[in-house]
C-alpha cells in the first residue's frame, strides 16, 4: 500500500480499459507534461498493445512499469504510473524513473509515495542509480524528487520533444548503494 486506500502493482496487459480510462480523465492534466498523442492513443486497442510491449520488455529486464490504483473491486481505477525505463546493466547498473499521478489525486504525497516504492524497487533490481528529468517550470515534481533523495546534477537543453516542442529539463539522479556489479 503507498498511501491509505492506493496501492501499486506491476502492469499487466489486462489494465488496458483502466489505462484508457485513466488517459481519459487527465488528457488537458498530462498535456503540458507529455507528447502530443494521437486520437488513437485515448483507445483501449492502443493501451492493450502498448501494455503487452512494455510487460514483455519488463520479462526482459528492460523496463519495470507500475499502476498506481485507488478504490477497490470493480470501483478501483488507475490514477497514476510509475515506470523504470531504460535499465541498463554491466558497468551502468542504472535507470530512467518516470511517472505521473491523476489530477484528482494530486497534492495529497501520492507523488512522493510512488517515488519512494520506485526507489526501493530499483534497489531490489540491484540497480546502482536512478535518473529523472523534469520539464525546467515542473517545480512540483522537482519538489518531489528533491523529498526523495534525488539531486539535481545538471539542465539538458532540448532535452525531449514534450507538448509540441523541444523543451529544457532539469535533470536529477539518486545513487542507490556504492556496491560493486554483481
Not at 163 to 171: K, L, S
Given at each position: 500500500?503507498?498511501?491509505?486506500?492506493?496501492?501499486?502493482?506491476?502492469?499487466a496487459?489486462?489494465?488496458?480499459?483502466?489505462?484508457?480510462?485513466?488517459?481519459?480523465?487527465n488528457?488537458?492534466?498530462?498535456?503540458?507534461?507529455?507528447?502530443?498523442?494521437?486520437?488513437?492513443?485515448?483507445?483501449?486497442?492502443?493501451?492493450?498493445?502498448?501494455?503487452?510491449?512494455?510487460?514483455?520488455?519488463?520479462?526482459?529486464?528492460?523496463?519495470?512499469?507500475?499502476?498506481?490504483?485507488?478504490?477497490?473491486?470493480?470501483?478501483?481505477?488507475?490514477?497514476?504510473?510509475?515506470?523504470?525505463?531504460?535499465?541498463?546493466?554491466?558497468?551502468?547498473?542504472?535507470?530512467?524513473?518516470?511517472?505521473?499521478?491523476?489530477?484528482r489525486?494530486?497534492?495529497?504525497?501520492?507523488?512522493?509515495?510512488?517515488?519512494?516504492?520506485?526507489?526501493?524497487?530499483?534497489?531490489?533490481?540491484?540497480?546502482?542509480?536512478?535518473?529523472?528529468?523534469?520539464?525546467?517550470?515542473?517545480?512540483?515534481?522537482?519538489?518531489?524528487?528533491?523529498?526523495?533523495?534525488?539531486?539535481?546534477?545538471?539542465?539538458?537543453?532540448?532535452?525531449?520533444?514534450?507538448?509540441?516542442?523541444?523543451?529544457?529539463?532539469?535533470?536529477?539522479?539518486?545513487?542507490?548503494?556504492?556496491?560493486?556489479?554483481?
Amino acid at each position: 500500500m503507498l498511501l491509505p486506500g492506493y496501492e501499486i502493482r506491476p502492469l499487466a496487459i489486462d489494465d488496458a480499459s483502466a489505462l484508457r480510462d485513466a488517459y481519459a480523465r487527465n488528457r488537458d492534466h498530462l498535456a503540458p507534461w507529455e507528447p502530443r498523442r494521437q486520437e488513437q492513443f485515448f483507445t483501449e486497442a492502443w493501451h492493450h498493445e502498448d501494455a503487452r510491449a512494455k510487460v514483455a520488455d519488463a520479462a526482459a529486464g528492460r523496463q519495470d512499469p507500475w499502476l498506481i490504483w485507488h478504490g477497490s473491486g470493480q470501483e478501483a481505477e488507475v490514477v497514476g504510473r510509475v515506470n523504470l525505463s531504460n535499465i541498463a546493466r554491466g558497468v551502468f547498473q542504472s535507470a530512467n524513473l518516470g511517472y505521473w499521478i491523476d489530477h484528482r489525486h494530486t497534492g495529497r504525497g501520492l507523488a512522493t509515495a510512488a517515488v519512494r516504492a520506485a526507489v526501493r524497487r530499483a534497489a531490489d533490481l540491484g540497480l546502482h542509480r536512478l535518473e529523472a528529468g523534469t520539464l525546467a517550470h515542473n517545480e512540483a515534481s522537482q519538489v518531489v524528487l528533491r523529498r526523495c533523495g534525488f539531486e539535481q546534477f545538471g539542465m539538458a537543453a532540448k532535452y525531449l520533444f514534450i507538448a509540441g516542442a523541444w523543451q529544457d529539463h532539469v535533470m536529477f539522479q539518486k545513487v542507490l548503494h556504492d556496491d560493486p556489479p554483481s
